[in-house]
């Protein structure tokens, strides 16, 4: 659960995501907290990494149907 995130978590999910797209991963994120979403799409972070809604990941990853 993350409630706060700073310039250097930021740093840090960069990196990891260049890191999993070198290796033709895709890094998601879901079920960011309404501040968290509000700092990355002010640093228009939102364009580079994929965010989803938990039940949308849910549906799309995890159910069996």
Known sequence: EV???DS???GSLI???NN???FGG???LFGLKPMILNVFKL???D???KIMEPADFQKQFL???
Do not use: C
């Open 15 to 17: 990196k990891a995501l």
């Open 43 to 45: 640093a228009r972070l």
């Open 8 to 10: 250097s978590g930021m």
């Open 63 to 65: 159910d069996e149907d």
């Open 20 to 22: 999993v797209k070198n």
């Open 47 to 49: 364009n580079f990494f």
């Open 26 to 28: 895709e890094m998601i």
């Open 3 to 5: 409630n706060f995130i």
